[in-house]
């Protein structure tokens, strides 16, 4: 076995122990983004994420429909969505719609726009 070892002349201990020190005052929000986006990283869940994004509120069967899944399906990505806080619902009658929460929907723009724009891209290489 190689024993890896870091070859560096001398180490900059006040930029090491910065460093550390942002990163403890930083855990909470960085453990919070890395939980999110570990919910984000599935593909249906961010399918659903877009689609609330593109159509700001849209009810399970909806989903359902759009995706070609099943609504219990739908349900359980959507659960977990809102036990992790990034989307909530609003009821109307008897149906639940879903939207993205506010801090959320600015989080993930950026994400958005990249699909946005390969998809703009596609739209103009088929005409």
């Known amino acids: 076995m190689v024993k890896q070892v870091c070859i560096r002349v001398l180490a900059d201990v006040d930029q090491i122990n910065r460093c550390k020190a942002d990163l403890r005052l930083k855990e ?62 609003r009821k109307e009658g008897q149906t639940y719609f879903y939207y993205l929460k506010a801090d959320y929907h600015k989080l993930l723009e950026s994400l958005f726009r990249v699909v946005t724009s390969e998809r703009e891209t596609s739209k103009e290489a088929l005409l």
């Open 28 to 89: 909470n929000a960085i453990n919070n983004l890395s939980r999110t986006l570990g919910l984000v990283g599935n593909d249906v869940r961010f399918k659903v994420l877009y689609l609330l994004y593109a159509e700001n509120e849209l009810c399970v069967c909806d989903l359902s429909d759009i995706l070609k899944m099943n609504v219990s399906a739908i349900s359980q990505h959507l659960r977990k969505l809102k036990d992790g806080d990034i989307v909530d619902h």
